[in-house]
């Protein structure tokens, strides 16, 4: 496995620590299962969802996915046997962690395509194991003098982003420990970076300092470009979910610590997501020092602005509240983040882990070389927020997907994508959904 790190940024130390200085054995990793048209959160009972969804976690998956059938799952994909949800992501800084759990469990997210340049047709682009990170963050963390995190409760269904966003609408802020409203901490929750070998000289990206930066790069990277998306960690301590499946939860003040708001005084572990795309196995087939960047999201998003995630828990809450309390112990192998090493887990194999498969409910073409995405799903550049079809109400479109995005007011020509812009508002939802073994929903 070759050695690499982000190219740039504040994280870069941490995120080297990461991913060199801890076996990935001990990260919450999901194995990816075969891609689905179905979203319990977005479109609950009803197929094919929007778009296509990488799906990772319990059996008992489907459009009707509740925490009582997930809990019903005969088998998850989680390396955890008692987590039965779906999950994807994490920030770099990681001390003082409570467990980065290996887990292959259901999550599922929006699929990336690679859009030829010279045939505008689409291919799924390959992507690594999930990452789900658990740390012990914010006030309330008993090390921090607090009462206590708490387990996330059943039923408790979260999602993080905006999956109609298409382009960046806060500035950047340097320094530690700022402290945002909770839209612009909605926005800084999408991370992407792209990484590089330790000894590149390659110039690099990452979404998190560059001043106007893009969501996704404009560059290849080397060893893939990754995506990090941060959970909220405060809950109302009342509402399950929420008609927007976020006013009920909030992000900590500092997103990756801090205070939760008054409105939300329960605090849950941090939870972060992430993915990486191997996309450097394309890079012969586009020029990145004059092509526009050929990847999209499944939901027609080339922008990366969409990307978000979802989590339908799926936890056994004993168990987890049990892990919390003590499997934290900085003098063994529970603070260095080893699920084996906490007595309440039962860690499985990652062949069993792969076993578990669910049956697709609708069946669709995903792999190969596609004239369109699945679903009714056309570019959407932007800037406005996208507009989401389905199957049924689905405009005329060229063969090759692409529809004329919105341009800003007197606007005119060409988008950033490449495709010419008459003003028509053509923007799409979800491209970064996130489950947790009981449910998550991201990419």
Known sequence: MPKFMPSKGPGTKSLRNLMLGFDTSNNLRFIHLPPYRVDPIMSPGSSPANHVHTVHGASKFSAGSTYDTLRTSSCTSCLISQDLSTYCKHHPRMAKLTFIVTLLCREDFPKLYFRDPQTLKYEAVPNGNLLVYYLNRGSADVA??????????????????????????????????????????KERAIEWTCLRYINSTASGYDSTTSIGAKGFPSTNCEVGVNLRIHMPACWDGVNL???????????????????????????????????????????????????????????????????????????????????????????????????????????????????????????????G??????????????????????????????????????????GGGT????????????????????????ALLSF
Request: proline share 9%.
């Open 144 to 185: 921090n003098g607090g009462s206590g995190l708490k387990a996330f409760p059943p039923g408790l269904v979260m999602m993080s982003g905006n999956p109609n966003r298409r382009t960046k609408k806060y500035p950047y802020v340097s320094g530690v420990g700022f402290a945002g409203t909770q839209e612009e901490l």
């Open 369 to 410: 070389v596609l004239d369109k995405l699945p679903g009714c799903n056309p570019l959407q550049v932007g800037p406005d927020d996208a507009t989401v079809y389905s199957d049924s109400s689905c405009p005329a479109f060229s063969a090759n997907g692409s529809v004329a995005p919105n341009t800003p007011p007197g």
């Open 415 to 438: 988008g950033s994508a490449g495709i010419s812009a008459p003003s028509v508002n053509v923007a799409f939802f979800m491209a970064s959904l996130l489950m947790a073994c009981s």
């Open 241 to 367: 979910d929420s008609p927007d499946h976020m006013s009920h939860v909030a992000y900590l003040s500092q997103l990756d610590n801090g205070d939760c708001p008054s409105t939300h005084p329960v605090t849950f572990m941090k939870m972060s997501y992430e993915i990486t795309w191997d996309i450097q196995k394309l890079e012969n087939r586009w020029d990145y020092t004059k092509d526009e960047w050929p990847f999209v999201f499944s939901n027609g998003d080339p922008t990366g602005y969409s990307s978000h995630a979802f989590f339908q828990n799926g936890w056994d809450a004993q168990v987890l509240q049990n892990a919390i309390d003590r499997c934290n112990n900085p003098d063994d192998d529970t603070g260095h983040g080893d699920p084996k090493a906490c007595q309440f887990f039962t860690v499985k194999s990652p062949d069993d882990a792969m076993a578990c498969k669910i049956e697709p409910s609708v069946k669709d073409s995903f792999e």
